[in-house]
């Protein structure tokens, strides 16, 4: 076990419409990251935040966005679904910076219809 | 741009056999080189390599980094079928990046 929690475990919805993901990294990791997985792709890196402040974007399309609270759990919100957005949705976190691994929660899959 | 290749793409084992799968790359301000497993679900954390020509190990499982060659290998040797799995490569790169590989598939057959 990681110490990273993510929920749902599965999401099954229709195109069109709006999900959120929520994450709580392992205690005492500042930094939170998600990742995109889908069919025999890699770890596709969307954003990080780090204690609260957005730091990093990767290829996070504009319909999804995402926040760090001040307890330090995050959340994915995706919207105007496609199908082409089923996928593992993966949150990591670390301590801080890139000085330590990236430990993984067991992922939300989402399937769109 | 900033990548890793990991080869080979995919590899059928029997028991018993050693196995290395390779990880090379090309990033700007490298900082370190990661493995994970991913079995079913989430990758788990196998090594940090930092430092060139230092070999890391835990149990049947060894890895080492050639900074100047910019590649890794990760050795499995007396594979079991609990080590079936995709083998991810990650490398970071300044303060916030992991930018992971598309793995190896691993199939070790009894």
């Known amino acids: 076990d990681s110490g990273v929690t993510q929920t749902p475990k599965h999401l099954i919805t229709a195109t069109g419409q709006r999900v959120t993901l929520r994450c709580s990294p392992r205690s005492g990791d500042l930094s939170v990251y998600w990742y995109q997985q889908s069919l025999d792709q890699g770890l596709q890196f969307l954003i990080q935040y780090y204690n609260g402040e957005e730091r990093a974007k990767g290829n996070i399309l504009e319909r999804f966005s995402a926040q760090q609270f001040p307890d330090l759990h995050s959340e994915l919100n995706l919207s105007s679904l496609e199908l082409g957005d089923s996928a593992l949705y993966f949150c990591?976190?670390?301590?801080?910076?890139?000085?330590?691994?990236?430990?993984f929660g067991n992922g939300t899959r989402l399937t769109v219809t | 741009e900033d990548k890793v290749v990991q080869s080979p793409l995919s590899l059928v084992v029997h028991e018993g056999d050693t196995v290395t799968l390779n990880c090379s790359y090309e990033?700007?301000?490298?900082?370190?080189l990661l493995w994970y497993k991913q079995e079913k679900k989430a990758p788990t954390f196998l090594f940090m390599l930092?430092?060139?020509?230092i070999e890391k190990k835990s149990g049947r499982l060894s890895s080492i980094l050639d900074k100047k060659e910019l590649f890794s290998i990760l050795n499995i040797t007396a594979t079991q079928t609990g080590d079936s799995a995709v083998y991810l490569c990650a490398f970071t790169s300044g303060t916030y990046k992991y930018i992971f590989g598309t793995g190896t598939r691993l199939k070790v057959l009894a």
């Open positions: 990591a976190s670390s301590v801080w910076g890139t000085n330590s691994p990236l430990h």
């Open positions: 930092t430092s060139s020509g």
């Open positions: 990033v700007t301000n490298f900082r370190s």
